[in-house]
């Protein structure tokens, strides 16, 4: 039984893309881990498999836990991150447990009280099965389930298997690397950069490698990898991984942009296209403007609700200079900031956490130029790329 996404996602070299090559771009079939069924289903029979699972976790058109169920495979559990199992929770809006409506599955939430599965929900269960697409972004709490799910399994003795899945944003290595000692949270938890270039599989064996987890065991882990993808390719998701991410734009622009839930300024939560625009009421009026409005299931309270934000539209934005570039887009931060701080209290204290260091911030106050600051990365950037190194599957 093999699907493949070549109708909904396809996958190209970086630089035909970015009209760095004269060659035409070759659509080529991409295969991620959950469609080579064949992989990983032998591992599975006769085994209770608990799934950590989300709206993304597809095999073709339908959802990985039918097409266990299909086959006969017997799910006893369904483990669910942040935005739920079906993907329609606000972000950082906790859940409890419950029963999947549609399979009758009890679910398990992995983003209220409990962030890492208890011992009792490892108890009546043989393999966990790990399936939720990234984004390739430090604070992307997936990467915090992936850490916690890895370090009950190790403890527990309970083998994981990873399905994985391309990183649309795994053509680039950008951004500070995270102070574990200050700033460790769930929305960065491991000495990375912002932007870390490596697909989840890859991440979790570097978590295993790294012992980045509690305790001296290592998790018994396997990666079902993808096929025809390299770091250098463009991936088109065939699913949004979030409620806030309802586009490839979107997508490409979220590092950078994150910056932004850190201050006072708007990404456009509460408005039909966020992470493609940003503005506040103290920027000047270009011509742009939105007011971010409460929006169930993507944005229930967002910054800003009912103000009207002059900004900056990013959604016709031409993709091919901003990739081309393979790194954070800091101007948009400079700019509002040396605009707004005369007159606005400009940092949130949760800029810390998503930068994972104090010293992005005294740059920015100091007047440091964006080369200025790229520059201080470089050594904790090139001590990162040997670690990452290591643990690479797709050279």
């Known amino acids: 039984m093999k699907a493949y996404l070549l109708l909904f ?22 295969t991620p881990g959950a469609e080579r069924v064949e ?23 339908q959802h990985l836990v039918d097409t266990l169920l299909a086959l006969s495979v017997d799910v006893v ?52 099965l790990f399936d939720i697409q990234d984004v390739g972004v430090r604070f992307y709490t997936y990467l915090s389930t992936l850490h916690y799910v890895m370090e009950a399994c190790a403890q527990e003795d309970v083998p994981l298997i990873i399905l994985d899945r391309p990183n649309p944003n795994g053509f680039y290595i950008d951004g500070p ?18 932007v870390y270039g490596m697909t989840i599989g890859e991440y979790g064996i570097m978590i295993n490698g790294e012992h980045w987890y509690n305790g001296t065991d290592t998790c018994d882990l396997a990666v079902i990898p993808v096929d025809h993808y390299t770091h250098d390719s463009l991936y088109q998701l065939p699913v949004a991984p979030s409620p806030n991410l309802q586009s490839m734009q979107a997508v490409y622009l979220y590092p950078s942009l994150a910056f932004f839930e850190g201050t006072i300024v708007s990404v456009g939560r509460g408005t039909n296209s966020p992470f493609t625009r940003f503005g506040h009421p103290g920027l000047p009026n270009t011509g742009f403007s939105f007011t971010p409005r409460r929006i169930e299931g993507a944005s229930k309270n967002p910054k800003l609700k009912g103000e009207k934000c002059f900004g900056k539209d990013l959604s016709e934005m031409e993709l091919s200079s901003y990739l081309s570039r393979r790194q954070l887009e800091l101007s948009w931060l400079l700019e509002t900031y040396a605009f707004l701080s005369d007159e606005y209290t400009y940092f949130l204290r949760f800029f810390y956490q998503l930068s994972g260091t104090n010293i992005l911030r005294q740059q920015i106050e100091q007047g440091l130029t964006e080369e200025q600051i ?22």
């Open 39 to 61: 992989q990983y289903l032998p591992r599975l029979k006769g085994k209770r498999i608990a799934v950590v699972a989300n709206q993304t976790s597809r095999v073709g058109h």
């Open 9 to 30: 996602a396809s996958v190209l070299s970086f630089s035909a893309f970015c009209g760095c090559s004269k060659a035409l771009p070759q659509l080529e079939i991409i």
């Open 177 to 194: 690397v995270l102070d574990t000692t200050a700033y460790a949270s769930f929305i960065g938890l491991h000495p990375v950069p912002i």
């Open 77 to 128: 559990k369904i483990f669910s991150p942040e935005h739920g199992f079906r993907g329609k929770k606000d972000a950082g809006e906790t859940f409890t447990d419950g029963v999947d409506t549609k399979t009758g599955l009890p679910l398990i939430s992995l983003y209220g009280r409990n962030k890492k599965p208890k011992i009792d929900d490892l108890t009546d269960v043989d393999v966990v």
């Open 374 to 395: 790229r520059n201080s990365w470089q050594k904790e950037l090139t001590e990162f790329k040997r670690t990452r190194e290591k643990y690479l599957l797709y050279k």
